[in-house]
């Protein structure tokens, strides 16, 4: 089989890239040829003699509501020329102007449009925000509201679509995508990356002898919702935060100042060391207000972390009693600070939701997800 991928990345450190990466290489296990229609590329790929790179160069555009334009409409080019020399093409979301027979879904624009940057800031995000963060979020808003429009027709257009979470399939049931058309396929994680261990904690500087939470994601954007962290954090006073995320433009900084938790959060910025990371803290936190899967969540529990999230994260469902916490209000703060308190207050509790998470994380290998998504490839082309 003739196989053609479109994303903007095919790579490891990239969540969707992460998933292409994987289904290539179950796709060249299997004897297939993939070309790739991609910004970037792993190295380890474009020298496989089973795999073409057709580069779509981006870089240098100054918005990433640009550059998508730019990659899709260069794409659409290129398709237009040699959609006929493959048995299938593959693309996520509105990425291509150009129809593919499977569009695997990792966010519904419409679904979080619905709640808005502006909606999803709390007051005392508000409260922080400066000029700088207020043009931000209008950007996002723009960006959410155009790729809503885009990804409807491209989702109308394709033969499958891919939902990476039940909660995703039900966004896309809702804007008018098809049952029959609609088929899920979880994310899935390295389980040898990410797995159960201990580390020094000083390597960040973070301090021992206390209860130790971790946060991580895009802390300059609402959506992650550090803001209802730290407020539920104030009533937790024995538990520390770590939280790995760029820190240039975010508020929550100067948020967690004037909560008087500059002492027990501690701002590690952009983290390349995640999996480290997760072996020196005692569970992770990350309760988003809108979350397509959430791959921290199920990273955290292959190295054996119970995990505190909301209903509107994806990976939530992965979640049981017995494996963590799942609050149904991600802006509840005191559900949050009772589920906090929960796990900071008990280490055998911690252990033992650590080993089952694990155990449910060992389900979910990202060759698992990838040979699933070559076996629908196979059977649409049979």
Same mark, same amino acid.
Request: glycine share 6%; hydrophobic share 45%; net charge neutral.
């Given at each position: ?66 550059? =998508? ?57 508000? =409260? ?12 996002? +808003?723009?960006?959410?509201?155009? =790729? ?217 290998? +990202? ?16």
């Amino acid at each position: 089989m003739k196989l053609c991928i479109v994303t903007h990345n095919v790579i490891k450190g990239d969540g969707q890239g992460r998933v292409n990466y994987e289904i290539t290489w179950e796709a060249i296990r299997r004897g297939h040829y993939v070309t790739l229609l991609a910004s970037q590329v792993a190295p380890e790929l474009r020298e496989n003699s089973q795999v073409q790179w057709i580069g779509i160069p981006v870089k240098g555009w100054p918005a990433e509501i640009i550059r =998508n334009i730019i990659f899709s409409w260069r794409s659409a080019i290129w398709l237009h020329q040699h959609q006929s020399e493959f048995d299938l093409v593959k693309a996520n979301g509105a990425i291509t102007a150009i129809p593919a027979d499977v569009n695997a879904v990792h966010f519904v624009h419409s679904s979080w449009l619905k709640f808005s940057a502006f909606k999803a800031t709390s007051k005392s995000f508000k =409260n922080v925000l400066n000029p700088r963060g207020v043009l931000y979020d209008f950007y996002q +808003w723009l960006y959410t509201a155009a =790729n809503a429009r885009w990804e409807k027709k491209a989702f109308s257009q394709a033969k499958i679509v891919v939902a990476i979470s039940n909660q995703i399939a039900k966004d896309l049931l809702e804007i008018g995508v098809a049952p029959e058309r609609l088929q899920v396929i979880l994310n899935g994680v390295d389980l040898q990356e990410f797995s159960p261990g201990t580390t020094d904690r000083k390597i960040w500087g973070l301090p021992d002898g206390v209860p130790l939470a971790l946060f991580a994601g895009d802390i300059r954007i609402p959506r992650k919702n550090l803001d209802t962290v730290l407020q539920a954090l104030v009533k937790v006073p024995e538990l520390h935060l770590a939280v790995a995320g760029i820190t240039e433009g975010s508020p929550y900084l100067q948020l967690a100042d004037s909560l008087g938790l500059s002492d027990r959060v501690h701002f590690l910025g952009l983290r390349h060391d995640v999996p480290q990371l997760m072996k020196a803290v005692d569970f992770l936190v990350f309760p988003s207000r809108y979350e397509p899967f959430g791959l921290v969540v199920i990273e955290a529990m292959a190295c054996g972390l119970p995990v505190i999230t909301a209903q509107t994260t994806g990976a939530a469902e992965l979640v049981t009693p017995e494996s963590g916490i799942v609050i149904p209000d991600p802006d509840d703060a005191e559900a949050l600070a009772q589920a906090l308190l929960s796990l900071a207050s008990d280490r055998a509790l911690r252990t033992q939701m650590g080993k089952v998470a694990r155990h449910i994380a060992e389900k979910h290998s +990202w060759e698992r997800m990838a040979k699933s998504y070559v076996d629908l490839f196979e059977n649409l082309n049979s």
